[in-house]
């Protein structure tokens, strides 16, 4: 969905290095999420926050750190990057309280991804 | 992409085929249950929801039915099109606060 962009959609770097990912939205959403996807199993959920400032820890927060400075735009970092956080990285939007155009209010847009390898 | 696959189930249907994708749930409390697909090298895409005080809800082409007894949630696609090709995932989410928890996944392969 173009409605949300993620950059890079590719990166590789190297372990102790400090990365950000950075998740934009132009549908006007309040809420946002950071997943990460490994092989075989589902999205879990690092960071998600409701507004502007606010931040709540998701499942698996240890190792990342996140920043909603403004509505449109929730990034993602990674203050010492370790192999194990190689993964496939999704931001999400949602709006629960004004779904429109016959979304449902459980419906979250999700970004395309970024691929981050730690070596 | 295909690392996503990985492990996951497999079904493999023949394309005008009905397919059945099934998933267990643990946690009785939900209060909805949803049908995301994310086709390869892309992020999931919503297809249908439930509500836990639902056992059936259709959709176009889609159809998913809630055993709360035995915690199971299916996704029925009609006559699937290899456009159906993906991997499924379902997800659980409580309405207070509107967290998704995901299951591991199955992917479909639509055979022509």
């Known amino acids: 969905d173009a409605d949300v962009t993620q950059t890079p959609r590719n990166r590789i770097t190297k372990t102790g290095k400090r990365i950000m990912l950075e998740c934009s939205q132009t549908?006007?959403?309040?809420?946002m999420y950071w997943y990460r996807q490994d092989p075989g199993l589902g999205l879990r959920l690092i960071y998600y926050?409701?507004?502007?400032?606010?931040?709540n820890k998701g499942e698996i927060s240890d190792g990342y750190s996140v920043s909603r400075q403004a509505q449109a735009k929730f990034s993602l970092s990674l203050e010492s990057a370790i192999p194990n956080q190689t993964a496939l990285y999704f931001c999400a939007t949602s709006d629960p309280a004004a779904p429109s155009g016959g979304h449902s209010y459980n419906e979250q847009f999700f970004g395309p991804g970024t691929r981050l390898t730690v070596l | 992409g295909e690392s996503v696959g990985l492990h996951l189930p497999t079904l493999s249907v023949q394309e005008g085929d009905n397919s059945i994708i099934n998933c267990a749930y643990s946690?009785?409390?939900?209060?909805?249950f949803i049908w995301y697909k994310q086709e390869s090298g892309k992020g999931p895409q919503f297809i249908i929801d439930i509500r836990s005080n639902m056992d059936k809800r259709q959709g176009q082409r889609v159809t998913v039915l809630l055993n709360k007894t035995v915690k199971h949630l299916s996704l029925q696609i009609a006559a699937t099109q290899p456009g159906d090709s993906a991997v499924y995932f379902c997800a659980e989410n409580k309405a207070i606060g509107n967290k998704l928890v995901f299951g591991a996944g199955t992917i479909l392969r639509v055979k022509s």
């Open positions: 946690n009785s409390a939900s209060d909805y």
């Open positions: 926050s409701f507004d502007v400032k606010d931040i």
């Open positions: 549908k006007g959403h309040d809420r």
